[in-house]
């Protein structure tokens, strides 16, 4: 079992930076791939990022590569995404989440979900 808590969201003008955690429980963190995902209101929730479980491997969603980066520290069981140059088409709540696998995004190959925390972009 493996219980996320995401932190960092809030309020920021277009072109400004947020750096997201995710908290994890457990002393299996560093076994899992870790994800991000972001639903808008009246939007399905679609994939941002992923980190594999050591953190050697990554991949992004077209509409954050090169202004989004995610991480993981596995001693600290938490994996962060920096966001830059945000923009107010990624406002949405953001959601991390823990999945046994190699990388994936697909939501419904991840296990384990935050509660997810909210990002506003004004432009």
């Not at 920096?82 to 696998?101: F, H, W």
């Amino acid at each position: 079992q493996v219980q996320l808590v995401e932190s960092g969201g809030g309020l920021v003008q277009a072109g400004g930076s947020l750096r997201l955690s995710c908290a994890a429980s457990g002393r299996v963190f560093s076994s899992y791939a870790m994800g991000w995902f972001r639903q808008a209101p009246g939007k399905e929730r679609e994939f941002v990022a992923s980190i594999n479980s050591s953190g050697g491997n990554t991949y992004y969603a077209d509409s954050v590569k090169g202004r989004f980066t995610i991480s993981r520290d596995n001693a600290k069981n938490t994996v962060y995404l920096q966001m830059n140059s945000l923009k107010p088409e990624d406002t949405a709540v953001y959601y991390c989440a823990a999945g046994r696998i190699a990388i994936a995004t697909m939501p419904n190959l991840y296990s384990y979900w935050g509660q997810g925390t909210q990002v506003t972009v004004s432009s």
